[in-house]
């Protein structure tokens, strides 16, 4: 019987570790503190549709495009607001505006916002149409959007299960705790014990770490 619990607290994998994989996956490099983090990056992305729009539609009235960020950054609350007032105070110190836009292209890791400042970088340098390229711009942002929120929806039992897995362990030592307490005796009380819940600890923390590394994984 000894023998059996013990298995079946190396089969479950205590929790023991599993705050520990949290709290370092927390402790992951955010940034320097100019790059947004993937939050920000989405909450960007989100606003970045009605922002093309509005520098669009400034634009088609004769506007320049640094005068259209203006306008457009005034109207737009935070965060794309701030983002793109960053990008302007470069300007007002001397920077040209196709340079400060590249700049800010460069501290982020791909997406939506980096391909449309870059757009709007090349459209600046060269001197094409602007509004049609901008307007197109939106339109695929708003599908891309809508296609990863689909996809998110596909995924949320797959997404469900993973989480399942990380909360069984816990959910296993809790209960075989309060059911059977005695039994927890050899687990905590002899060496051999200790040797198997420091083994299932191990495999928890890795298991953690990988577990929660796929559910964040970045869609679209």
Request: charged letters at 15%.
């Amino acid at each position: 019987m000894i023998y059996m619990d013990l298995f079946l607290t190396l089969v479950s994998g205590t929790s023991v570790a599993l705050p520990l994989s949290y709290i370092a996956l927390s402790l992951r490099k955010k940034g320097d503190g100019q790059k947004p983090g993937p939050s920000n990056i989405r909450k960007l992305e989100n606003q970045l549709p009605s922002f093309l729009d509005s520098i669009s539609s400034s634009l088609s009235v004769g506007n320049s495009l640094q005068q259209s960020i203006e306008t457009a950054t005034r109207k737009d609350k935070a965060p794309l607001g701030d983002f793109f007032e960053t990008i302007l105070r470069r300007v007002r110190s001397g920077m040209t505006l196709d340079a400060s836009l590249e700049l800010q292209a460069r501290e982020l890791a791909g997406g939506s916002l980096s391909l449309a400042l870059l757009s709007m970088a090349s459209s600046y340098r060269s001197g094409s149409n602007m509004i049609e390229s901008l307007s197109l711009l939106a339109t695929v942002c708003r599908e891309r959007e809508n296609l990863r929120k689909k996809i998110l929806a596909r995924t949320a039992q797959s997404r469900t299960q993973g989480y399942v897995l990380i909360l069984v362990p816990v959910l296993f030592m809790l209960l075989l705790y309060i059911v059977s307490p005695h039994n927890m005796i050899p687990v905590l009380g002899t060496t051999l014990g200790r040797i198997l819940l420091g083994t299932a600890a191990t495999l928890q923390f890795l298991g953690g770490i990988v577990i929660h590394a796929m559910l964040k994984q970045e869609i679209l």
